[in-house]
Structure formats: C-alpha cells, structure tokens
C-alpha cells in the first residue's frame, strides 16, 4: 500500500476511535478523490499532515510538504479564504462543502489553477477538541460535460458523510450514558455519581457553601424480593428513581449506590432544607406507592476530606432509622 497511507495512519491513531478513525480510514481507502489531512494549531493556523496518491498525483510528490502550514500550498491572495472555510468547520465541529475557484502552488514552481468543490470534515480526540480536519476537493473542470452526474455524486456522498457522521454521534452519546448511568434505574451509577460528588465537595468548600448528601434505601426490599421475585424488586427500584428525579433540584446528584441504596447529593443545601425535602419524598412515595423508605442525612462539616466521610456518617443514621422503626428520617443534630 502507498507508503502515505501509513504515515496517515499514524495520524490517525492519536484521533477519536469511535469517529475519527473509522470516517477518515474508510474515506481514504475507497473515495477516489483528492484527499488531504490538515493539523489544527490555532484559530488561523492549519499545518499539512498527509495526502492522497489522487492528491499527490495533482500536486507532485508531496513529502516536501508535509509539516509545513498551509500557506505553502495556497497563493497568499486566495489563502485567507481557504482559512476562513477550514475556520468555520472547526468551528461548528460539522462537516462543510463549498465551491470556489483557486489556485495551488505546484512544486515545479508552477500554480495549479480549478474550480474546486470541497468538503471537509472535522476530527475530534476524546476531550472533543477538533484537532484535524479532513478534506476532500474535486476539481469541475475535469468533468466531462455530458455526464453531469459528478456534482450529485459528490452530493450523495456529501450527505453519506453528514449520517454517518450523526450515526457517530449518536453511538458515542450512548455510550457515554452507558458508562455513567445504572442500567436500571436510569440514574447515575456509583463510580460516576462518587466522581462528581467529589468535584462537588470541592466547589463547596472551595465556595464555603452548604452540602447533604442522604442515603435511602427501601424498607423490607428483601422481603420483596422473596415474595414477589426479582422482577417485582426491579421494578420497586424503577419506581423509587422515579419518584426521586420527579422530586429532586436540577442540580441535585442522584445515583444507585448498590442494591436499593441510592445517593442523592445536594450542593447549596442546609440540614433544614435537606429534612424538608426527603420528608417530602418519604410522603410522596408512601401516597402513591406501596413502598416505604428510611432516610439518613448527612451535611458537609469542616473535617470532611473526601465524600466518603458523609456517606459513612449517613450510612450509620439511615441504620439508625431502620432500627428505630424504618419509613422514618434521621439526621445529626
């Protein structure tokens, strides 16, 4: 295979597995038009990493050019639309075609002067930076007059890119829900949830803001489970994490923490207002459910390093309310 065809792959192992990597390979192997890689290193700065033989085969033998910035390749007079194009693109993080006439410097010294139809396709790491651009360019000239089918197939592939670009997307979203939701619940799962937690401790003590975090489980859940079965608990769980996103603050964490224990954090929150809301969510769900739930809260206090400290100290109170009777609240005083 060309032997700039690994230099690209190299590139393209330091991209965005689930996108980069799969839209550009697969474009570079099968799409017979001039295709280049340009690196992004500012608002106005893209430097030349790779192209295509089909590119190569225009321009001449282009290793002199990779590494150097753009403007090795574009006249000065025509180059700063080029930028703006490449600019816009790494702007929206969306693909973009356009149409333009310029010319390309030829290594022979010469200029290689067309009409160009162009499309390019930003590349994202994993922080979702974009860090490449894409590009493929056709030169109208050079087809023939009577077919008039190259447009709609630049057309039709322009928009091959635009789905799989969106079906990208979409598999990564759902994957980034996946590795941070409970299965079941819909909630935040525990690794997740212990994550922002600490980022809220943080900005707490940070800000000298007020915290609780509660711990609840359901009162008699193992009961239920033998009585009932598995399906019947899984779905006292589903009904729980319902009543407690219905309930909850925008900006209040909530998570499964194991079994029917759930977290539920409240950043900017006193020990009265955290009492006032889970007494609220005990009632609502003993009034519209055959479920009952003991609550222990704990607040932020000045020796709390890490967020474990208040899951332990509300572990311990929402023992105490199992003990003391269940369907009940405990809180320090």
Not at 92 to 117: D, F, I, V
Not at 155 to 168: D, M, W
Not at 246 to 251: D, F, G, L, P
């Amino acid at each position: 295979m060309h032997k700039t065809f690994w230099m690209t792959s190299d590139i393209l192992s330091q991209l965005n597995p689930n996108a980069g990597m799969l839209l550009v390979r697969s474009l570079w192997e099968y799409c017979p038009e001039q295709m280049f890689i340009l690196r992004v290193e500012g608002p106005s700065e893209f430097v030349i990493e790779a192209m295509n033989p089909t590119r190569q085969a225009v321009l001449g033998e282009s290793a002199a050019l990779i590494g150097k910035p753009i403007e090795q390749l574009v006249p000065a007079s025509e180059c700063q639309g080029v930028v703006a194009h490449l600019r816009r693109c790494v702007e929206t993080r969306s693909p973009l075609s356009y149409e333009e006439s310029c010319g390309y410097h030829e290594l022979n010294g010469g200029s290689l002067h067309a009409h160009w139809q162009t499309l390019l396709i930003p590349i994202s790491n994993q922080e979702g930076v974009v860090t490449h651009v894409f590009g493929i360019s056709r030169d109208l000239a050079l087809m023939s007059p009577g077919v008039g089918s190259g447009g709609s197939q630049f057309c039709e592939l322009e928009q091959r890119v635009h789905e799989r670009t969106a079906e990208l997307l979409a598999a990564n979203e759902r994957l980034t829900y996946l590795a941070s939701h409970d299965h079941l619940t819909g909630t935040y799962n525990r690794r997740y949830l212990l994550e922002m937690a600490e980022l809220e401790l943080r900005r707490a003590f940070r800000y000298q803001q007020p915290m609780c975090l509660l711990m609840l489980d359901i009162d008699y859940f193992k009961e239920l489970n033998d009585t009932h079965g598995h399906l019947e608990g899984d779905e006292a769980l589903r009904c729980l994490a319902r009543t407690i996103m219905a309930t909850v603050r925008e900006c209040d964490l909530v998570g499964r923490y194991g079994g029917d224990e759930f977290l539920i954090l409240m950043p900017e929150t006193t020990a009265s207002g955290a009492q006032e809301f889970a007494e609220r969510l005990r009632i609502t769900l003993s009034q519209t459910t055959r479920l009952t739930i003991s609550i222990g809260i704990a607040c932020l206090e000045p020796g709390d390093d890490l967020v474990v400290d208040l899951i332990d100290r509300a572990d311990s109170l929402l023992l105490q309310a199992k003990r003391n009777g269940r369907n009940r609240i405990e809180y320090a005083a």
